[in-house]
Every structure is written in structure tokens, then in C-alpha cells.
């Protein structure tokens, strides 16, 4: 079985920008790199789970959403970190989807995807309550991170388990 990575985008990899709409914005945080590296050749699976509900909101277009996660997966795949996968959930909190965190569903699709994942021992890690009560509602671990955190020793704590 392989452990995964559910890693939320905005305020978790990259720098929180509101809604960011240009790729040129997009900022790597601290210990993104070094930290993603050393989970993946520990051989956890990387998967991007995000909200885009700006897109609902007309701050940003559907089209702008994917080239900013297509720049965002060929900037680390410069620095040698594969992202598996990619989840959007573009709805507005008021359609009620069964996408939107911390609804599991983004989740429970790339789990029909990819089923040699072992969830219990996988992780979800954000910088909203939705993203640890997405790992509840999945049955993950729950990771919280704050806009000064050094993701390489997230990495770190969760290698050192
Ligand atoms: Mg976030
Ligand atoms: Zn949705």
C-alpha cells in the first residue's frame, strides 16, 4: 500500500495572494521544495486538493485556475517534486457540491484512482479548518499550517513517526 499527500494550494505550498489570478504571483513557501522532496522519496504519493470557489465568484477565470496549477506542478517539477494529481473544486459554497472541503469527494476520487492508496496512514495538510476536518471526513491525518510555517519540518515530524 502507498501513503499519500493531500496538500491544499493556496496558504499550504504557495504564498496566500486572496485569490490569486496570474501565475507570475505564485510564491513557493518556506521549505516547500526540500520538504515535498524528502516526502516523496520516503514514497508517498503527492496530490493537490483545492477550493477555487473565486472562480464562481467572477475574481478569476476557470482557464487562469489551470495555468496557474499547471505553472505550479512544472515549478516543482524543475526542482524534482512530481505531483500525481490535481483536484479543483470551482464551485461556489452555496451550490452545496459533494467537491467543496471538507467534503470528501475530491478526495474519495482520486482514492477510486489510484486504490493502492492506504488512507488511514496518509495526510492531509492545510491552513483551514476545512482542510483537517477534510481529513476527518476521509479518515486521514490532519496537519495544520500557518502563513510562517517551514514546510520542510512538517516533512520532518511526519517522516520522523
Ligand atoms: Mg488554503
Ligand atoms: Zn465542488
Same mark, same amino acid.
Given at each position: 500500500?502507498?501513503?499519500?499527500?493531500?496538500?491544499?494550494?493556496?496558504?499550504?505550498?504557495?504564498?496566500? !495572494?486572496?485569490?490569486?489570478?496570474?501565475?507570475?504571483?505564485?510564491?513557493?513557501?518556506?521549505?516547500?521544495?526540500? +520538504?515535498?522532496?524528502?516526502?516523496?522519496?520516503?514514497?508517498?504519493?503527492?496530490?493537490?486538493?483545492?477550493?477555487?470557489?473565486?472562480?464562481?465568484?467572477?475574481?478569476?477565470?476557470?482557464?487562469?485556475?489551470?495555468?496557474?496549477?499547471?505553472?505550479?506542478?512544472?515549478?516543482?517539477?524543475?526542482?524534482?517534486?512530481?505531483?500525481?494529481?490535481?483536484?479543483?473544486?470551482?464551485?461556489?459554497?452555496?451550490?452545496?457540491? +459533494?467537491?467543496?472541503?471538507?467534503?470528501?469527494?475530491?478526495?474519495?476520487?482520486?482514492?477510486?484512482?489510484?486504490?493502492?492508496?492506504?488512507?488511514?496512514?496518509?495526510?492531509?495538510? +492545510?491552513?483551514?479548518?476545512?482542510?483537517?476536518?477534510?481529513?476527518?471526513?476521509? +479518515?486521514?491525518?490532519?496537519? !495544520?499550517?500557518?502563513?510562517?510555517?517551514?514546510?520542510? !519540518?512538517?516533512?520532518?515530524?511526519?517522516?520522523?513517526?
Amino acid at each position: 500500500m502507498k501513503k499519500a499527500i493531500f496538500l491544499d494550494r493556496d496558504g499550504t505550498i504557495i504564498e496566500e !495572494k486572496g485569490y490569486l489570478n496570474t501565475p507570475e504571483f505564485i510564491r513557493l513557501k518556506k521549505g516547500v521544495i526540500e +520538504g515535498l522532496r524528502a516526502l516523496q522519496d520516503a514514497g508517498f504519493y503527492l496530490f493537490i486538493v483545492t477550493n477555487q470557489s473565486g472562480v464562481k465568484r467572477g475574481w478569476v477565470s476557470r482557464k487562469r485556475v489551470m495555468r496557474i496549477n499547471r505553472t505550479l506542478v512544472e515549478i516543482l517539477k524543475e526542482h524534482k517534486v512530481f505531483i500525481k494529481d490535481i483536484q479543483v473544486c470551482f464551485h461556489h459554497p452555496k451550490e452545496r457540491c +459533494g467537491c467543496r472541503k471538507p467534503k470528501p469527494f475530491m478526495i474519495l476520487r482520486l482514492l477510486k484512482k489510484y486504490p493502492d492508496i492506504d488512507i488511514k496512514t496518509s495526510y492531509v495538510i +492545510g491552513d483551514k479548518d476545512s482542510d483537517i476536518k477534510l481529513a476527518q471526513n476521509v +479518515g486521514a491525518k490532519g496537519i !495544520k499550517v500557518f502563513p510562517d510555517t517551514d514546510f520542510s !519540518k512538517v516533512a520532518k515530524d511526519i517522516l520522523n513517526k
